[in-house]
């Protein structure tokens, strides 16, 4: 069997475009006397660079009378070749009997409290020859990382050694001695470099002036085990008070945590934001919008529930409900009395509503904006209203407060009152330094959280310009230009940071300058968390759509979107998949158990949802790896929709031809056009056609699929849902594999499907919707995805064919 890709196929300039390349630089500081035996030597990798190309016809299916849809990207394949510790590196193994496991098979006890352990002269051996003045003045390149000793034994040690109990704390935040006690950690061997801090203004700044950080890592499974990872990176700090010693500044140096949150430093942080950062901290999407008439405000001065003064400043409360709250919320039966002076009773609030609206008024603000308190629960028309100016309630906020600490709103907000968090700052004086263990960034921190994980969420932080976190750990502040945080001095009035803890998280909105990546983008987050009500798929994201409209001009957001989908990008739009480790099922959206949204929307479906690359159809199994879509041409010239009130209307759908050549050794293609006639549906489909029926004229050919054999060999999971499969053009001897696409796996797939063609795209690969005639009614409906090579299809002989997508 020949593959598609091979020299046979690959001619003229229908080619698959691999780039493979890297850049590594190493410059080195100069140092000595950090530890007998002289000063590091410079080390450099090779780079490797390379390129092919290819054109692909984008293409969709069908199953005995099923739609495929396909689509191509181009490829950009990077090798990245990882640098080897100097210690002995072995593969991690297990011991059952290994005694260390035994003794750390509970957390380990440490002192986490603000507290510094004034005791200079517990060390070990190892850590005895360390000069850590002069480590951290001068540093140490990775290249010459200093060897540890295996991690078992700094375990072992850290009772009696404080600088080896600085990094069983990590591991204590690991819980991998806990939920892993058959790991022998004798084989991670640990070793220990610098990272400079960076600069919170402009330089330049003599190399001495710069703060440095001990980075501590390990070979085997500190490098792969998901444990290490979801804890991230073990750094070890100065603290402030030490700064001087090396005439430096206290920028980037450590900060306690106290048991409370500083009010004066939250204070500072939005005062840093608000006179510095301006307009960069202010998305373009929504200048100059005001908030509609009907929205209201909690006033924290009168306690009352009130519509929104015209331009007044408000914060947004973000938090998980966890559960029905018609003991709390504002209903038909109480909003009268809750609009009247101290009409809103804080002793029947909990916990994360009433700690938020004393921060908020102890911080000087005077309105909040709660939804539980703001929407009339039980009134499904001011419902619906609210919910649809959601992308205004949280983009023109001051800022958002994000309760991430707590599972429920019965929850405190963390370190807002005195013990409601346990302090985290953990001190060691060695050599007459404070060292400490720095907290998880944000990033790390909330992906910990029950906040994170809720799909309301998504976009109460993505819309917002400022966020305030409150976390387990800690308080964090993130704008579009900085993030603060309480263990971390970090403070500046530029809008220039090269700090580590600079770097936002990058959900802000809209997160490209394209309309589609910024949809795509949303997407992908979005679809991986979870609902408590199912049907509430689409207007939980419906702020973001919203915005979306605005920020690139789609128009009218009632064509621009429905069920969840771009319609103006419809093109691209088709090309989703399931993630493979969902299986196929789709929501209860409907009272009845059933569900009436159509097959072509992501949002019918469970679990996440995936744009990729092509390069997912070039593996031997099915894997969650996301890309970037592409289509250059369109080769549907008209679409159209049945509306809810049952007549069919056309889509505004945005052509795309970026094709400036065809290969003139290929075959060529033309795609039917012409505008669609409704008389030309067939007398077989079943009417009335349902609102979300999508209607339009492509060509259709067969092919045969047969399992990828990669898949039965050992290397497909039991939690796989989908499998890849090859496409088979038997119009040649011996039979070639022309393409691949993606099926579910339960029903098993039959062995002959029908494809129709979408678009044109750059690259060899292509997404295609597969698609199944429910035989009754004579509509199809959506099943997988895949690729096609253009000249297998136009070989095939395609026929014309009015579809009807359900």
Known sequence: MISPFSSATRSGRYRLYVGSFLTYSSNPEEITSILPGGAPTAGTIATHRGQVSTHSLALAGIIGGTTLGIWAVWLLVVRIRKLKLKANVASAGTSESSPLLVRYQAPIELQTSSATLENDVLLCSVCAKLDFYRIFLYGIHELEAIPLGSLSSILEK?????????????????????????????????????????????????????????????????????????????????????AFKFGRPVDLHGRRVKNAVDIGLVKKWIKLCQENHRDKCRNVWRVDRNLPGFVRVVDVVSMAVIPAPSGCRYVALSYVWGGNGADYWTTKDNIAKRSMPSGLDAANLPDTITDSISFVRQLGERYIWIDALCITQDDSQDKAIQLHAMDLVYGLSYFTLIAAGGKTVRDPLPGYRPRTRTPQTHIEVIQGLHLFVTLPTHEKALALSAWITRCWTYQESALSCR???????????????????????????????????????????????????????????????????????????????????????????????????????????????????????RRLLAEGGGSSWPSWAWATWRGAVIYTSEDVYRQTRVTSRRGQTSVDETLIDAWYIVDHGGDIVPLDVRRVSRVYWIDEEQPPYSSPGGILDPTEIPLDIHRPLKPGTLIFRTTSSDFDITRRGGESNGESSAADHYGLFNIISTTSSPPTWVGTVILPLIPVPPTSIEFIVLSRCDGVDGVCDLERYRENEGLMERVGLGIIHIGAWVASTPKEKVVFLR
């Open 158 to 242: 850290s009772y009696q050694c404080s600088f080896c109990r600085l990094i069983s704390l990590y591991i204590r935040r690991t819980r991998i001695t806990e939920n892993f006690p058959h790991i022998d950690l004798s084989e991670i061997e640990c070793s220990m470099h610098t990272i400079v801090c960076g600069a919170l203004r402009r330089g330049p700044y003599p190399p001495l002036r710069y703060g440095r950080r001990l980075h501590i890592t390990g070979n085997g499974l500190w490098q792969t085990h998901p444990a290490f990872s979801a804890a991230g990176s073990l750094i070890i700090h100065l603290m402030q008070e030490d």
């Open 467 to 585: 966020r305030i976190y409150f976390t387990e750990k800690q308080v964090y502040f993130e704008c579009q230009c900085q993030v603060f945080r309480e263990d971390i001095v970090a403070e500046s009035k530029a809008d220039f940071s090269s700090s580590f803890v600079r770097y936002p998280r990058g959900e802000y909105f809209p997160s490209s300058t394209d309309s589609f990546m910024s949809y795509e983008s949303a997407v992908g987050k979005y679809t991986r968390r979870n609902l408590t009500v199912e049907s509430d798929i689409v207007d939980a994201l419906t702020g973001v759509t919203n915005a979306l409209v605005v920020a690139f001009g789609l128009g009218d957001p009632a064509r621009a979107f429905q069920y969840g989908m771009m319609l103006t990008e419809l093109h691209h739009a088709l090309l989703w998949q399931h993630d493979p480790h969902t299986p196929r099922a």
